[in-house]
């Protein structure tokens, strides 16, 4: 299985300000990679998929990049309703295996 | 709108048999594949495997492999997933998830989950 590796594992920022979270996986996925965003007590919501495409309806401050094993999902001026856990995902071979997730708070 | 309507909460003890259900509306059922993923508590999200409703292929991850069966009744729009003799480690909640017609690349509209508390 392909493993992901998501860091931080938490992290507590401010209103308005910049958000990054990577994800790595344990060899070349391409652009494989998929987000998520799960607020609490919901299912989860899809963000980004093949890397850096934004799922319709979702805001355009978030953003995703990166290729092989090195992606990034950013948010560029965090707001309250982000607060959420976010997990990256590899589609490349199955199993489609999930990050641990990255909690984000608003300080 | 497309739409995942999971079945309700369930109760069972170890060594009951299982089987949940998740329906699919607003869409062609048979050209999707549905994915499930678990949630144990306060855990990370789990991918178990998907069904292409249109021929029942199906692929699990080998960590599920053999312990749960995937299936879908195309007649009826439905997905299952079933257990044979529950454990006390299948508590958590499950999500099914449809795929983009005719891949399986990402999961894009999620049903709300059907939480399975195993306890005696």
């Known amino acids: 299985d392909i493993q992901m590796t998501q860091s931080p594992s938490s992290l507590s920022a401010s209103a308005r300000d910049r958000v990054t979270i990577t994800c790595r996986a344990s060899?070349?996925?391409?652009?494989?990679l998929n987000w998520y965003q799960q607020k609490p007590g919901e299912a989860p919501n899809l963000l980004i998929f093949a890397a850096s495409i934004l799922q319709g309806g979702v805001p355009s401050r978030f953003s995703g990049s990166g290729s092989e094993t090195d992606f990034t999902l950013t948010i560029s001026s965090l707001q309250p309703e982000d607060v959420a856990i976010y997990y990256c995902q590899q589609s490349y071979s199955t199993p489609h295996t999930f990050g641990q997730g990255t909690q984000v708070e608003i300080k | 709108e497309v739409q995942l309507v999971q079945s309700g909460a369930e109760v069972k003890t170890p060594g009951e048999s299982l089987k949940i259900s998740c329906k699919g509306v607003g869409y062609t059922f048979s050209s999707y594949w549905i994915g499930w993923v678990r949630q144990m508590p306060g855990k990370g999200l789990e991918w178990m495997g998907i069904i292409y409703p249109g021929d029942s292929d199906t692929k699990y991850s080998p960590s599920f492999q053999g312990q749960v069966t995937m299936s879908v009744d195309k007649s009826i729009s439905t997905a299952y997933l079933q257990w044979n003799s529950l454990k006390a480690s299948d508590t958590a909640v499950y999500y099914c998830a449809t795929c983009p017609e005719g891949a399986y690349q990402y999961l894009d509209v999620w049903g709300k989950g059907t939480t399975v508390t195993v306890s005696s």
């Open positions: 060899q070349s996925i391409g652009s494989y």
